[in-house]
Nanobody
Framework: EVQLVESGGGLVQAGGSLRLSCAASGFTFDDYKIGWFRQAPGKEREALLCISTRDGVTYYADSVKGRFTISSDNAKNTVYLQMNSLKSEDSAVYYC?????????????????WGQGTQVTVSS
C-alpha cells in the first residue's frame, strides 16, 4: 500500500521555524520526485518545492526561495521541508506528493500519490 505521511505541523509564532517530514512507503522511493504543496482556506493549492530523490535536484517556487528548503533522506524514505522566517500568510495545510517519471518540475496533475496533509498555523 502506497502511503505518504506528513508530520511536524503545528502552531508557531511569526519569524519562527518548523520542519515538516514526509515519510513514504509502498513504492520505490528514488524513482519519484517528491513535492510539497500548501492550501489555505479559500485559496488554490500552491506548489512550493520539489526534489528529485534520485539525484537531489530541487525546484523552488519564488514565494519560498530563501526561506524554505527541501531535502531528502533516501535511507529513511523521507523528504523534509524546513521552513524559516515564517509569516502569517504561510498558514495552510501542507501536503507532500510523489510523481513518477516526469522530467523537470512536475505540474500538480502529474503527481500520483498524495498525503493527508499537516496543518501549519503561524501566529502574528
Amino acid at each position: 500500500e502506497v502511503q505518504l505521511v506528513e508530520s511536524g505541523g503545528g502552531l508557531v509564532q511569526a519569524g519562527g521555524s518548523l520542519r515538516l517530514s514526509c515519510a513514504a512507503s509502498g513504492f520505490t522511493f528514488d524513482d519519484y520526485k517528491i513535492g510539497w504543496f500548501r492550501q489555505a482556506p479559500g485559496k488554490e493549492r500552491e506548489a512550493l518545492l520539489c526534489i528529485s530523490t534520485r539525484d537531489g535536484v530541487t525546484y523552488y517556487a519564488d514565494s519560498v526561495k530563501g526561506r524554505f528548503t527541501i531535502s531528502s533522506d533516501n535511507a529513511k524514505n523521507t523528504v523534509y521541508l524546513q521552513m524559516n522566517s515564517l509569516k502569517s500568510e504561510d498558514s495552510a495545510v501542507y501536503y507532500c506528493a510523489a510523481a513518477l517519471g516526469v522530467a523537470g518540475r512536475p505540474p500538480p496533475v502529474k503527481y500520483d500519490f498524495w498525503g493527508q496533509g499537516t496543518q501549519v498555523t503561524v501566529s502574528s
